[in-house]
């Protein structure tokens, strides 16, 4: 079967139908591409950078938590110091007056943001109390802070200590002479779960979830299940953090599952006061307002995208159309052949030449010793240089009448012979293309 030549002056060509169809769809797979892309890498960004943010955001608030800290230590320390070297403190010692230190202890409380103010004997024991939770006869010389007080040296300590779960405990030493007699102590209770207490007050500040843990258990806590009851009691779990914080004394930040929810956590070791580690400080904020920002991101980014590249393909779609415009009126341009135009063609060769038309189908086509006639008339050249005579003894006959298709193709250099003097008319399928522009005119 013989294949069929196409026509590369046939402007209803199948071609050019299907390399419009082609640019569109490959230019609007690429705009979804790079749109999908992009709309893709701005959400991970957002997430990496928000994500870093938080955790950011919970290194600082642990910082303030520590700041807090540090100031209810030393200013429980400055309370007890003050208390103890009261001289009317050490005339009740002096007189074993138990309810005018009771007394005092209630003033100092009621006076200060202390939760408990107690005094003890020197073996430890509470004589006179501001709370009930720390009840007289209670023992505390097992707590570092007032075992060091009682041997003389003013001390703090974060530790459990009576009714309270974990608390920072400042104690200094009270003297009759040089005598240790007892102790002065404050009491900030850490785990306390009640409003404007601790944890409430940077629950409030920051906006972030709080535990004060003793060991791995959790003493105080805002974290609730999913049933709003309190997890206060509870153990943690992950084996990588008790033992980055609690046995290494380093602080771990980094996500940390809890009852099911996903948390960005910092969590930071607390001193007894010796140097050993007996307990943590956790904030955390829950990974689902992450989730739910970036579900608002994707919800407000990918519309955006679709219409932008909707946007996008139109634009490229009327361009592309346009761009098919141009190329069908230059291949217009280039089919609208007449005398004058300057082709390239092949002869029966196949070899190229560029020449110029002199005539088309319909005319007859003579040359005499006076030159070019067509239709009878001598042809105005101001292109041709040289005379156009015919070629001894080779060439066409004349005079020559084109045919419909057919047309008649001189050099302009009429020296050359390599033109229709020498092989007669040129047909329409022999000429490849229209010169539309001559840069040098040499040689042609």
């Not at 990496?48 to 807090?68: K, P, S």
Request: proline content about 2%.
């Amino acid at each position: 079967m013989a294949k069929k030549e196409l026509d590369r002056f046939d402007t209803h060509a199948k071609r050019d139908v299907q390399i419009r169809t082609k640019l569109l769809i490959y230019v609007g797979l690429a705009i979804v591409v790079c749109c999908a892309g992009v709309a893709a890498l701005s959400i991970a960004v957002f997430d990496r950078g928000y994500l870093d943010e938080i955790q950011n955001e919970l290194v600082y608030t642990m910082d303030g938590c520590l700041m807090i800290l540090d100031d209810r230590k030393g200013e429980g320390k400055e309370i007890a110091d003050l208390a103890a070297g009261d001289l009317n403190v050490v005339n009740f010692y002096e007189q074993n007056d138990r309810t005018s230190l009771a007394i005092f202890a209630n003033n100092v409380d009621s006076g200060s943001s202390i939760d408990v103010f107690c005094f003890t004997d020197a073996y430890g024991k509470i004589i006179a109390s501001s709370d009930m939770e720390f009840p007289s006869g209670v023992e505390l010389s097992g707590v570092h802070a007032v075992a060091s007080a009682l041997k003389g040296t003013s001390m703090y300590s974060c530790e459990p200590a009576a009714g309270c779960k974990y608390g920072v405990i400042c104690a200094s030493p009270v003297k009759v002479g040089s005598r240790v007699v007892g102790a002065a102590v404050a009491v900030y209770d850490l785990a306390s779960e009640d409003d404007d207490d601790f944890l409430d007050k940077l629950k409030k500040s920051y906006h972030v979830e709080c535990t004060v843990f003793s060991g791995d258990i959790r003493m105080g806590t805002t974290l609730r299940n999913d049933k709003g009851q309190t997890l206060a009691g509870t153990r943690l779990d992950n084996k990588n953090i008790v033992d980055t914080v609690l046995n290494k004394g380093a602080e771990y930040k980094g996500r940390n599952t809890i009852q099911g929810i996903n948390y960005l956590t910092v969590y930071y070791p607390i001193s007894r006061g010796e140097g050993s580690v007996n307990g943590m400080l956790f904030v955390a904020k829950s990974l689902s307002s992450v989730n739910e920002i970036k579900s608002f991101s994707i919800k407000t980014i990918v519309p955006v995208t679709i219409i932008l590249a909707i946007i996008v393909m139109i634009v490229v779609g009327r361009f592309i159309f346009w761009l098919m415009w141009r190329i069908n009126n230059v291949t217009k341009v280039c089919k609208e052949l007449s005398a004058g135009d300057a082709v390239v063609y092949a002869d029966s060769g196949g070899t190229v030449h560029l020449g110029r038309i002199c005539a088309a189908g319909g005319d007859t086509v003579n040359i005499t010793e006076n030159g070019l006639t067509v239709n009878g008339y001598f042809r105005e050249e101001p292109y041709a240089s040289g005379s156009t005579v015919l070629v001894e003894g080779m060439g066409a006959a004349f005079p020559l009448t084109l045919s419909e298709g057919e047309y008649f193709i001189l050099c302009d250099d009429r020296t050359d012979v390599n033109d229709s003097r020498l092989y007669g008319a040129v047909g329409e399928d022999d000429i490849k293309g229209k010169v539309l522009t001559l840069i040098r005119h040499r040689d042609f």
